[in-house]
């Protein structure tokens, strides 16, 4: 796993660096070479069983028609470099960015057999494969497109190799198969013009789902790896920790959005593939995390249009 990390970093870094450069190919083909190379590692092992997971987890997990409807994910990211002064000193030395709030909508859904053999514009039978799902086969697979709503992004404002949009390819286990990048490949791109190249690249399904450098709040656990079945929780106190700085608390209150989502539910935490700590807090009923905390980003479920 070390080695295929470092591999993965080195790529990626690599990647970077060619990037100022050169156009967007050289960060397409830089992912592709890292992302293959996890595979090749992989190479040969079945996919994981989801008879171990605990009847609390089977529960929550989503039912892939209550993520049917868009919802919202509210974004505070942390920031180096910049110091908001409070009274109370206790909050000198946290630093938050102002928030960005995503929109998730749902682009294909349907069984993952079905997704795996048709053809249409999002390129499902890229990531689910026959080779993964059978016939017979009862998953449900779903294809989540992410836009930042807020601040709109305005055509004026982007740049060259800006992101605009994610995808993201999920069986109704969260194991993530594939992700894509919409990336502007000219200053002040209209995706109508040709001017939005698109990056993908197939996923693990045995690591979890990782938003990588990006902005887009979409770490999740994935249930195949030890350590998060592990140190999933149910709690009577505590499931979602937002912190209480009075920046967030003022923010929230301002976008309509609870402070205190709820006591019992549930929490994990576990390693990203950049050896990161997440921690997610799930609200008993909500399909998505209703917390995710990283060394990046908060991030806060808006809205209860994905609750079961």
């Known amino acids: 796993m070390k080695l295929v990390f470092c591999l993965l970093l080195s790529s990626f870094l690599t990647g970077c660096a060619i990037q100022k450069k050169s156009s967007g190919k050289a960060y397409r083909l830089a992912l ?21 997971r605990s009847q609390e987890v089977e529960y929550l997990l989503p039912r892939i028609k209550s993520l049917s409807t868009d919802f919202e994910v509210m974004v505070f990211p942390k920031i180096t470099g ?10 000198s ?4 960015g102002f928030p960005l709030i995503y929109r998730f909508q749902k682009r294909r859904i349907g069984k993952c057999y079905s997704l795996a053999t048709s053809k249409d514009k999002w390129r499902a039978f890229r990531y689910f494969t026959q080779n993964n799902f059978s016939s017979s086969s009862k998953r449900n697979c779903l294809v989540l497109e992410v836009k930042q709503s807020f601040p709109k992004i305005l055509r004026s404002r982007i740049r060259k190799d800006d992101k605009i949009a994610m995808r993201i390819y999920l069986d109704d286990s969260l194991r993530p198969f594939g992700q894509e990048y919409e990336i502007a490949r000219v200053p002040k791109a209209r995706k109508n013009y040709g001017e939005v190249g698109i990056v993908s690249f197939k996923l693990n399904p045995f690591y979890p789902l990782d938003s990588g450098l990006s902005g887009f709040p979409v770490d999740l656990p994935n249930f195949t790896s030890p350590v998060a079945r592990k140190n999933w929780k149910k709690v009577l106190k505590g499931a979602t920790k937002v912190p209480k700085h009075p920046f967030i608390v003022s923010q929230m209150r301002k976008f309509n959005v609870a402070h ?5 539910g549930y929490r994990t935490h576990y390693k990203d593939l950049y050896g990161r700590k997440v921690r997610v807090g799930w609200c008993e009923g909500n399909a998505w995390p209703t917390t995710i905390e990283t060394r990046r980003y908060f991030a806060v479920l808006r809205n209860g249009a994905n609750s079961l």
Do not use: D, I, V
């Not at 092992?45 to 989801?50: G, I, M, P, V, Y």
């Not at 910049?82 to 909050?91: D, G, L, T």
């Not at 205190?260 to 019992?264: F, H, L, S, V």
């Open 260 to 264: 205190k989502m709820c006591e019992e």
């Open 32 to 52: 592709e070479k890292a992302f293959s190379r996890m595979e090749s590692h992989e190479k040969g092992r079945k996919l994981a069983s989801f008879t171990e």
């Open 93 to 96: 030395k946290l630093k938050w």
């Open 82 to 91: 910049q110091a908001f002064k409070y009274p109370n000193k206790k909050f």
